[in-house]
């Protein structure tokens, strides 16, 4: 994973004198994990829905003496001399917001007043967010019979990036409002059930990918509609 090039060509000989062994120049096992709903993940590819939170680590060994200079480069396939983002912490957390491949490469010099050690990280990091999917249903059945309890978007979403949601009544009067894509309205105003009938939603969101949402549409909720009677996730299909 790593690979060295001695720059100071005196180096070879001044180990050989002071007894340094190969095993003793300075050298680093980056580590790449990623925030998944499951818990953390560390490997080095990953591919999943944006926002995508990873955390670098350079893992630096037998830095001794030496100074150590990091250099982190993130990049787009076929661009690796183009990176987008380039950071100088031993360190560092980033959110990957776009659509798309990136791929996260570390270089390390290691110096000494007449010694310098370069690392460079063959093998790079690719983290990959997906296209953006956005999907709502028509309808929910707030009853508490665990089946479609709450009026949220389909589970086969990707990649959103922004969110903002909004239940109207009939009358234009706002009852609820959501900004976290994983929750929604349980048919309550104001601590109170609300009557069975037709509402109106307002979705604004942006994907990954830059497509913008802009959903209007009429929700139904049928607090009487059971279970037993058939399975209400497929209300909205």
Known sequence: MSHFRLITAILLVACAATGLKAQDYPDAAPQMVIETP??????????????????????PVNVGDYTARYEWHVYKAGEPDNPYLVRYDRDFDYTFMQSGTSYIKLYITFSLPNDTIQYELNDPFSVTASESVLNVPNAFSPNG?????????????????????????????????????????????????????????????????????KIRKAVTLLRGYLSEQGDTRMIGN
């Open 145 to 213: 019979d665990g089946q479609n309890d709450v009026f949220r978007v389909k589970e086969d979403y990707r990649s959103i990036v922004e969110f903002h949601g909004y239940i109207f009544n009939r009358w234009g009067k706002k009852l609820f409002e959501w900004k976290d894509i994983t929750q929604g309205w349980d048919g309550k105003h104001n601590g109170r059930d609300v009557a069975d009938g037709v509402y109106y939603c307002r979705i604004d969101a942006k994907g990954a990918d830059g497509r913008i949402y």
């Open 38 to 59: 499951d818990g953390n993940e560390e490997n080095q590819t990953y591919s999943g829905s944006a926002p995508i939170i990873a955390h670098f680590t350079s893992n």
